[in-house]
């Protein structure tokens, strides 16, 4: 069969594996682990698996392996490893990766939970960490040692969709002999170009646009055959990270329409950032698709596209975030993103409650930021509910 697929065709049918009753739809082997025909049978998997063999689901499973071919097709990796949750995929990433005296150099602009990972963890293992300013690649260079093992950094920045220019921190990171690992949850896998300009590893939360129906937690890791199977599934199989093989099924559905709700969105999300930007009552709009973005040079050639996030900054702060945020009819508040639902997040009081303040002012977190994940809907619909809502603010 022609592997020369286009993205749609290859999220639809990569990675398919029918069993003997030739099912149409991807079937969930909901099972812990696998019966051998014999005992010598079992003693040869547990030395080498062959081909399409499984041994207990920690290891890997039908369903699951149907997704990560998929993800790593599409991504343009030789693999990729799923994991139960983002974070799983983040630490994964990393931990398996690092040893005490490794060095490890980061964008501070940075999801809570995967600061906590680098800041609180990692250092307790006598891996050094030095966090950069993500767009300003003098720190990035001035920070490399020779111990320097990987970088690590948002490709699009949680929540002020700040970019990080991946083939310019690629080439200071191989300078070195560092691996590049980025978390392109915010850019996307369709909008992601990350291997060829350079990264390593690539990190999804498969719970935002790869679900896309906010139903399950995931994750994956996407990288080379030597990095996915000799470094990081021996950690993961041992720790216990892996996907279930429901969450594998709801994630093969998800990527069957992939490419056409990232598109839908970041359409819809270009024009809600267009309507909102020079409304007298917000101070900022940051969508990098905006021609008044700093990095809308770089987003356009490092993504193609804005993506499905806009995040603004209401004047008033607090109060009238909060008072905008109730008055929303349509847009849910909540914290997921990527979701064909639309969610209005504060990330000042919820996603990023844990920084101090100064952390929060060094990033942009104000008090009156709105970050906005645009879903499936009308987008006219969207921003008569916006400036409704801004009207009550
Ligand atoms: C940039 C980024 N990385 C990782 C994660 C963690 O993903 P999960 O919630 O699936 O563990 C999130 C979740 O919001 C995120 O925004």
New binding site residues.
């Given amino acids: 069969m022609s592997k020369d697929w286009k993205t749609r065709t290859t999220l639809v049918h990569e990675g398919s594996r029918r069993s003997q009753y030739g099912e149409m739809a991807e079937a969930i082997f909901l099972t812990q682990g696998f019966v051998y025909p014999t005992a010598e049978a079992a003693e040869a998997r547990f030395v080498k698996l062959e081909g399409d063999e499984f041994i207990y689901a920690r290891y890997g499973n039908p369903t699951t392996r149907m997704f990560e071919e998929r993800i790593a097709a599409l991504e343009g990796t030789e693999d990729a490893f799923a994991t139960a949750?983002?974070?799983?995929?983040?630490n994964g990433a990393l931990a398996s990766l690092l040893r005490a005296g490794d060095h490890v150099v980061s964008s501070k602009a940075?999801?809570g939970?995967?600061l906590y990972i680098l800041e609180e963890i990692l250092t307790r293992y006598g891996v050094e960490v030095t966090f950069v300013d993500g767009a300003d690649l003098d720190q990035w260079r001035a920070a490399m040692r020779p111990t320097t093992k990987a970088v690590f950094f948002?490709s699009m920045s949680?929540p002020t969709l700040e970019l990080v220019d991946i083939r310019a921190v690629a080439d200071i990171a191989h300078a070195v002999g560092a691996l590049v690992i980025v978390?392109n949850?915010?850019s996307t896998p369709i909008f992601s170009r990350a291997v060829d300009l350079g990264a390593d590893v690539i990190?999804y939360?498969?719970?935002?646009h790869i679900d896309g129906q906010g139903r399950a937690?995931?994750?994956v890791v996407c990288g080379t055959q030597e990095y996915i199977r000799k470094v990081l599934e021996p950690y993961m199989k041992h720790t216990g990270g892996s996907m279930s093989p429901f969450t594998s099924w709801i994630m093969l559905n998800g990527m069957a329409t992939l490419d056409l709700r990232c598109r839908a969105m970041a359409d819809s999300a270009l024009q809600v950032a267009a309507a909102l930007e020079g409304d007298a009552r917000l101070s900022r709009v940051i969508h990098p698709a905006l021609t008044s973005h700093p990095q809308y040079d770089l987003a356009m050639a490092q993504m193609g596209s804005g993506g499905t996030m806009v995040a603004f900054d209401i004047k008033g702060g607090k109060e009238a975030a909060f008072r905008f945020m109730n008055a929303l009819e349509i847009i849910k508040i909540s914290?997921?993103?990527g979701d064909a639902k639309s969610i209005a997040t504060h990330p000042a009081t919820t996603?990023h409650q844990r920084l101090p303040q100064d952390q929060k002012d060094a990033l942009g977190i104000t008090p009156g930021l709105i970050r906005l994940s645009v879903g499936l809907e009308d987008a006219g619909d969207l921003i008569a509910d916006l400036k409704r809502a801004l009207d009550a603010a």
């Fill in positions: 949750s983002g974070m799983a995929a983040v940075l999801f939970s995967c948002e949680n978390d949850v915010f990190v939360s498969t719970t935002k937690l995931g994750g914290n997921n993103l996603t």
